[in-house]
């Protein structure tokens, strides 16, 4: 198991929270609160040790294509592939869009 903490410039606000997925479908659940601190704090624990360069070419990826929702996003990945991240990831902050 691996546990990192990532902190990146947000460049838009919501409101709300969200939940996408669940670690026990085997692999990941992604639960987001947003707020005003014009950051974006990501706590991941990952059961894939080594992958801090894998999340952060994803969430590069995530703030050059829509850019980064202010917030708190805490991540449990149980090896889930890239996509499937960014699909769990994307649907959080596309739940919360809805609410804002």
């Not at 939940?19 to 990501?42: C, I, K, W, Y």
């Not at 990952?46 to 801090?52: A, G, H, I, L, P």
């Not at 996509?83 to 649907?91: P, W």
């Amino acid at each position: 198991m691996e546990k990192m903490t990532l902190s990146l410039p947000a460049g838009r606000t919501l409101h709300g929270r969200a939940l996408a997925g669940v670690v026990g479908s085997g692999d990941m659940e992604v639960l987001f609160t947003a707020d005003a601190q014009q950051t974006l704090r990501v706590e991941i624990t990952t059961s894939v040790d080594n992958s801090q360069a894998r999340w952060q070419a994803l969430f590069s990826r995530l703030a050059e294509m829509s850019g980064l929702p202010s917030g708190m996003l805490v991540i449990h990945d149980f090896g889930a592939t890239p996509g499937v991240a960014r699909i769990r990831i994307e649907q959080a902050f596309e739940e919360v869009g809805y609410a804002s």
